[in-house]
């Protein structure tokens, strides 16, 4: 998990999240926004690929099935 900077976003999303993306034992990628309740999160699906979904509100809850935690965004 990893809340985004305005001085580093370019760099935290695009660079950064493909070194990510190619860390094996990763099942999750989580980037938050710091000024709205979004959070981008990328999840392993059952062929080892990526799928990516877009939490928003301070409602919504990520939730991580795999190991056993669900994240509220009011609390995030």
């Known amino acids: 998990m990893e809340v985004l900077s305005p001085s580093t976003r370019d760099f935290d999303t695009f660079k950064k999240l493909d070194e990510y993306r190619e860390t094996g ?34 409602d919504a809850q990520i939730d991580m099935p795999e190991i056993g935690v669900t994240l509220q965004m009011a609390v995030i």
């Open 25 to 58: 034992s990763l099942e999750y990628i989580v980037l938050v926004e710091p000024n709205e309740p979004v959070a981008f999160v990328w999840r392993r699906d059952g062929a080892r690929g990526w799928v990516e979904a877009r939490i928003r509100g301070l």
